[in-house]
């Protein structure tokens, strides 16, 4: 099964080379957002067999949707491609009420897998938008996240796409304004739009809590701490995943000489490594643990013999999965026991 990215096994060192090293960051991978979402997906097969449909990509990782898709999942852009009446789940990353009001008109069955600190934003959104408060969330403009977000209000809503798109913000009045933002983004770009903010609004409200999830920030952190002592940082994660490609920029802005995003471990250059003692390894948010896995035994076989953990945080966090799959799950255990 596609589980958590993280793994219980401490690396160690797997040679007698201690001059070229990897440092691995703690933690990576899967966060339990994405977690609980890929879990959904599986256990919908196996509670009401294949097909299921997923609108979107249930996490933004090709390797997690090519392995579902062999399970059974379909995954399609919206939700007139699902027959009448079958089921359909949402992913992780939220939609707008207008898609649950086109399912229900379809006769759809609904999974909702939205992760729930993407659904605490959507929350925020509804209830600041009530106040008629103008909203502007800080993320990137077509993403799944924000459109899903945006959707809960769009005559309050402003996307905001990073500092340089602050000038182009038209509020109706500046004395009641508040700021959201992507769960995924760049803990250090948001403080620079929002800082950017304020001077264009000074009476700017803050959000009830940091909107930037635990995972993201946590992951950001392992990299930073890293990002010094590395000549080369290699993060394992799909284009499309937003908390991914911020790695990338995180590492090269905190001193790695270069940095690159893979997929796996076949897309890795080798002339990335000339002259590299040092490289720094983490993963997306989405990411399972065995695509780190393989790249570590790729950097094993070319010479990178020490491992050495640089934790930023322990997780333990876990969410319950989705209320109407759970009842669904339970139904069936009574059903059998009876």
């Known amino acids: 099964m596609l589980r958590r990215g993280q793994c219980n096994s401490q690396p160690t060192t797997r040679g007698t080379n201690m001059t070229k090293r990897i440092l691995l960051a703690s933690p990576r991978g899967y966060c339990a957002g994405v977690d609980r979402a890929v879990v959904a997906v599986e256990k919908a097969l196996e509670r009401y067999g294949a097909p299921v449909y997923v609108r979107k990509q249930i996490v933004h990782n090709k390797h997690v949707v090519e392995v579902l898709e062999r399970r059974g999942a379909i995954f399609v852009d919206d939700t007139d491609e699902v027959p009448q009446g079958a089921l359909v789940i949402f992913s992780a990353h939220g939609v707008a009420p207008s898609v649950h009001e086109a399912a229900k008109r379809r006769e759809l069955r609904t999974i909702d897998a939205t992760c729930p600190l993407v659904t605490k934003v959507h929350k925020e959104a509804i209830r600041f938008a009530a106040d008629d408060y103008d909203i502007l969330l800080i993320g990137h403009v077509g993403h ?62 803050d959000p009830p809590s940091d909107d930037i999830c635990y995972a993201t920030q946590n992951r950001q952190n392992a990299v930073k701490k890293m990002a010094r002592q590395s000549e080369l940082v290699i993060v394992v994660g799909s284009s499309n995943s ?97």
Do not use: C, M
């Not at 270069?258 to 993963?283: K, M």
């Open 144 to 205: 799944e996240e924000v459109e899903g977000t945006a959707g809960e209000a769009p005559q309050n809503i402003h996307v905001v796409d990073g500092p340089g798109d602050v000038e182009r913000v038209v509020v109706r009045d500046p004395n009641k304004v508040v700021w959201l933002s992507q769960t995924t983004l760049s803990v250090d770009e948001t403080a620079a739009t929002v800082e950017r903010l304020r001077e264009r609004f000074p009476r700017l409200q």
């Open 242 to 338: 937003s908390n991914s490609v911020r790695l990338v920029e995180v590492a090269l802005e905190y001193g790695a000489r270069s940095a690159h995003r893979v997929d796996n471990a076949s897309e890795i250059d080798d002339a990335w490594l000339d002259a590299v003692e040092t490289v720094g390894l983490t993963s997306g948010a989405s990411v399972p643990e065995v695509l780190v896995q393989d790249v570590i035994a790729y950097l094993v076989d070319h010479g990178f013999e020490h491992i050495e953990d640089v934790v930023a945080a322990e997780e333990d966090l876990l969410f319950s999965l989705p209320k109407e799959l759970r009842r669904d799950l339970e139904e069936n255990t009574s059903g059998r026991k009876a």
